[in-house]
């Protein structure tokens, strides 16, 4: 009985430029690489680039060749085609590889548990996919596509670098899917009392709200999952003429969301939309961005007041003041607690744990 064909295809381990062809042609007619180029009709230096494959075989040249060496030009075209080919998927294959090694850096079972990239066991699969998420060719390229400022909180062990620029994208992804204005840097600014104002309310109540009032002013304001080790609380960053600000809810405390907004906001409000590239040191434009928050939040003049004048300490005086000046008490206690006026643990129960359902 005849064996079955067999149809595995043949993948070569290295490329073979036609120029290995045509020296086999010109020795077999006995002529050197002056004579050849003369009878095609080109320069030597162009005839060696080809041999050598520094220069394609054009349509051209393959017509030439077909004159001068016998073989039909589509033999000389299948020649070229087939080393460009091969050349392109042994760089492929190099580049996969350098991927498998960016993948061990990048948290993919718990980005396609949040539904990020496809879930698959296969690591070739996931670089492919982690490719199409990035929008890169590789992922090597994935640390120079980011272009943000970012506001950290502290942190308690390494960061991964590669994790914060997933959760980056993911903003990005969501944020271009927003529908907003055009961006009025004005408008956004009138806005601050009432984004104030929405800290008194719950979250089902105020983030419909917020991301209304900030997609009126062209803002485009998403809620990202936290990836594990990039201890991000927002970002903000541009696209299409329009940002998009991002927030993580890491530990879910109402006042750390809340400074996050008002700081990404202070960003948008204050500084230019040239945003600078990734960072992770809290630089003047960050410091400034932080006083520019504290200030939406509570302006200097009552804060000052409060601690000059009240007993900052005491949590009664703490609700009735942050009520008289118009935000939730936990605002005033994340400001107090920023400033070691008072402790955390005495003061828990009015910093209130939420989610935001979204």
């Not at 003369?38 to 520094?54: A, E, M, Q, W, Y």
């Not at 008194?200 to 062209?218: D, I, M, T, V, W």
């Not at 007993?311 to 009664?316: G, I």
């Not at 008289?324 to 070691?340: F, M, N, S, T």
Request: hydrophobic content about 40%.
């Amino acid at each position: 009985m005849a064996n079955k064909k067999d149809n595995t295809m043949f993948t070569p381990v290295i490329a073979v430029a036609p120029g290995q062809t045509i020296r086999e042609n010109m020795k077999h007619l006995g002529m050197n690489q002056k004579e050849l180029a003369l009878r095609l009709g080109i320069t030597t230096k162009h005839l060696s680039n080809v041999i050598n494959g520094k220069d394609p075989i054009t349509y051209e040249t393959a017509l030439r060749l077909e004159t001068v060496l016998g073989p039909r030009a589509q033999f000389w075209m299948n020649l070229e085609t087939n080393y460009q080919l091969t050349k392109a998927r042994l760089k492929k294959e190099v580049d996969l590889e350098r991927d498998l090694e960016v993948l061990k850096d990048l948290p993919y079972k718990i980005m396609s548990d949040f539904g990020w990239v496809p879930v698959t066991s296969k690591r070739n699969e996931r670089v492919y996919n982690l490719r199409r998420f990035f929008g890169v060719t590789n992922l090597e390229l994935v640390p120079r596509t980011a272009n943000a400022m970012f506001r950290k909180h502290k942190q308690v062990g390494e960061i991964s670098n590669l994790g914060v620029m997933a959760w980056l994208r993911k903003a990005e992804i969501d944020g271009m899917e927003v529908r907003v204005k055009r961006f009025n840097r004005s408008k956004l600014k009138s806005y601050i009392p009432l984004f104030r104002e929405l800290t008194l309310k719950s979250p089902e109540e105020f983030y419909p709200r917020l991301q209304q009032l900030c997609a009126n002013c062209g803002v485009a304001l998403v809620l990202v999952k936290q990836l594990p080790k990039t201890y991000i609380c927002g970002a903000a960053l541009w696209r299409r003429n329009n940002p998009i600000v991002a927030l993580s809810v890491r530990g879910k405390r109402a006042d750390i969301f809340w400074f996050s907004f008002f700081h990404e906001i202070a960003h948008l409000i204050n500084h230019s939309k040239k945003i600078s590239s990734v960072s992770y040191e809290q630089g003047d434009p960050e410091d400034d961005a932080n006083k520019k928050a504290s200030d939406y939040l509570i302006p200097a003049s009552l804060y000052n007041k409060f601690i000059n004048e009240y007993d900052y300490r005491d949590k009664r005086a703490i609700t009735d003041y942050a009520q008289k000046a118009g935000v939730a008490p936990y605002i005033l206690v994340g400001r107090l607690l920023h400033d070691e006026l008072i402790d955390y643990a005495s003061y828990s129960d009015l910093r209130p744990s939420f989610e935001i359902v979204y």
